[in-house]
């Protein structure tokens, strides 16, 4: 980990019609961590990662990746660049096998040879996708969707990760194996900006943390010190 700043979100104003989702927001991710967002539901965390991947304009404010502002550039020259989002409701393509959403991950490559180790990798990673390879993502559980997203996002060979609730709706069990999964994907190497209504494993798992609420970032710190502060167990952790 260095302390070269690869996301920087500064003053993030974001607006639904006419409601302020995200009032000014600022936040930085480094080379190498792994930094938690929490916050209740509505405190606009998912809105600021769409803002951060464009898939939604921002008002106000700047969003700098590897030292260069990317307001108001497309998901498609993000990706290209490593900036890499596994959505909420995690969006695989139901009618496709598991290996194809898995080269549909690698569209932007042409490194056959590295694309077909990649999936090896991931199937590594993911042995119940292994044992599916072939099954349509559609008839799949949720959790094992949630692992082929993250899956499918990692083919990309992202620089930084931005997962948006990956434990939402799992099992005790899945959510478990997903923040296996998080940390050993961290482990690697790669930076991870992680939104999660989970917020005692994702402080848990978290270098840093940023507490949002209202649109408006109002703690910062380490993850073992939020998860430690009482007003985050009050508000968050049901203390």
Known sequence: MTNEVLLKVSGLKVAYGGIQAVKGADFEVRRGELVSLIGANGAGKTTTLKAITGLQPVADGDIQ????????????????????MVPEGRGTFTRMTIVENLQMGAYIRNDKAQIEADIDRIFGIFPRLKE??????????????????????????????????????????MVDKIFEVVNDIHGQGVTILLVEQNASRALAAANRGYVMESGLITMTGAGKDLLSDPKVR??????
């Open 132 to 173: 599916r390879a072939t099954q349509l993502a559609g008839t799949m559980s949720g959790g094992e969707q949630q692992m082929l997203a993250m899956g499918r996002a990692l083919m990309t060979q992202p620089k930084v990760l931005l997962l948006d609730e990956p434990s939402m709706g799992l099992s005790p069990i």
């Open 65 to 84: 990746y590897m030292g260069k502002s990317i307001k108001g550039q497309g998901a498609w020259d993000l990706v290209k660049q490593g900036l890499v």
């Open 234 to 239: 009050a508000a968050y952790l049901g203390e």
